[in-house]
């Protein structure tokens, strides 16, 4: 027996070496698994400090919230898809035009959902190039960017065949040796010179939107009233090629008035409402700053957007009148041949308030402040001469 029971203890004793050799591995990878949970904060996805499983208090997903790391100028004009030689030919993709497009809805996340900071991945970094993959749920490469596009351009452009994006042998042929060159857009829509709007309003149904003045003189971007909105929204293909100068657009019903204003209280918060709201369609081109302002625009600044000398965030507000306000030192620098008039040898040396009292700079020239005989426009400092163009 004693042979028999010292066999066995060897035994044991060798059984438990093995289970002790093994140990530390599994206790190490609990430890580490610990140790990783307990390095998340789980308030970065949770709402609540203990969730459970029947109220897990999700919170929105983090990237939803960020606004992208890279600035829409920092965007490539156009980037190259696919493959050369491949069964649907190359893609050359407005990135930059898509960049700025992103900004009125979900932003850079719409593309790059897990990845917006420095560097940008490659997408087959995670989405596989080959259709057989083991995890189902995320979709292969070209499943990945086809539904990119499609979500947008199906609702732009509901028949549109694979040559809309891809290139033909012909073309990929023509245009192997640029392949940096953007291509054009196969359709395009004007955008319109203002838009009329049909309200529910008991007083003043009709509201005319100056688009183009929005757009072009106040330089606000798309991003700035545009959120969250549908492509066809403006890119709407029947219209491609018609007069869209004047639109006319019912509003929608069932708004709240803060709905229905929403965009434009930023800037027009303070207004009457009979300043946007008319019986009739506002038949005037556009904003007038003259008129609503009392300083009308001379050929020098009505080229300048509002922004140029408007600089105060927000809505514009009112700027000093004064030419020093906005240029600094002007009268050491200034050129009086730009007024029409080449000021002779006695004048050339003469303090511009000299001549225009109180700095009234539009108003008539006084001479009586130095010459008792000498008057304007019969006795002219100088030589007159066509006013050189206004630039642009």
């Given amino acids: 027996m004693r042979p028999i029971a010292l066999f066995a203890l060897i035994i044991l004793g060798s059984t438990g070496t093995l289970a002790q050799g093994r140990a530390p591995a599994s206790v190490a990878a609990r ?23 029947e109220a897990p208090a999700l919170a929105a997903c983090p990237r939803l919230q960020v606004k992208g790391y890279h600035a829409v100028a920092e965007a490539p004009v156009a980037i190259t898809l696919g493959k050369a030689g491949a069964k649907y030919g190359l893609v050359k993709f407005e990135h930059r035009a898509h960049a700025h497009m992103a900004e009125t809805g979900k932003g ?30 995320k979709p292969d490469l070209k499943a990945a960017m086809h539904r990119q596009c499609l979500d947008c351009h199906l609702d732009w452009n509901p028949k549109g065949a694979c040559s809309t994006c891809h290139q033909t042998k012909a073309s990929a042929v023509a245009g192997a040796a640029d392949k940096a060159t953007p291509p054009k857009p196969k359709t395009t829509v004007a955008a319109p010179q ?11 149904k ?7 003045d929005h757009t072009q003189r106040f330089a606000l971007a798309c991003a700035d009233c545009h959120q969250q909105q549908a492509c066809r929204a403006c890119h709407d293909s029947k219209r491609a090629g018609a007069d869209n100068a004047v639109l006319t657009v019912k509003t929608a019903k069932g708004l709240t008035d803060e709905q229905a204003h929403a965009r434009c209280t930023t800037c027009h918060a ?74 002779d040898e006695q004048h050339t040396g003469a303090d511009c308030v000299g001549c225009h009292e109180d700095k009234a700079f539009r108003a008539t020239p006084v001479c009586t402040s130095c010459h008792t005989d000498k008057t304007w426009p019969t ?14």
């Fill in 206 to 212: 009709s509201v005319t939107f100056f688009h183009a």
């Fill in 270 to 343: 303070n207004d009457a409402c009979a300043t946007c709201h008319k019986v009739m369609p506002t038949p005037a081109i556009g904003f007038d700053h003259g008129r609503r302002t009392g300083f009308p625009l001379n050929r020098f600044h009505a080229p300048l957007t509002c922004k140029q000398c408007h600089t105060a965030p927000g809505a514009y507000g009112r700027v000093a009148a004064d030419c020093e306000s906005c240029h600094k030192g002007w009268q050491a620098k200034f050129d009086h041949a730009k007024a029409g008039l080449v000021l």
């Fill in 194 to 204: 203002k838009i009329v709007y049909e309200t529910a309003a008991k007083e003043g």
């Fill in 31 to 53: 430890s580490a698994a610990r140790s990783a949970a307990a390095s998340l904060d789980c308030r970065a996805c949770h709402t609540a400090v203990t969730p459970t499983k």
């Fill in 108 to 137: 850079c996340n719409g593309c790059h959902h897990y990845d917006q900071a420095r560097p940008i991945q490659k997408c087959k970094n995670c989405h596989a190039v080959s259709r057989r993959r083991e995890d189902l749920s």
């Fill in 379 to 392: 006795h002219k400092p100088g030589k007159t001469m066509a006013r050189p163009a206004a630039r642009k």
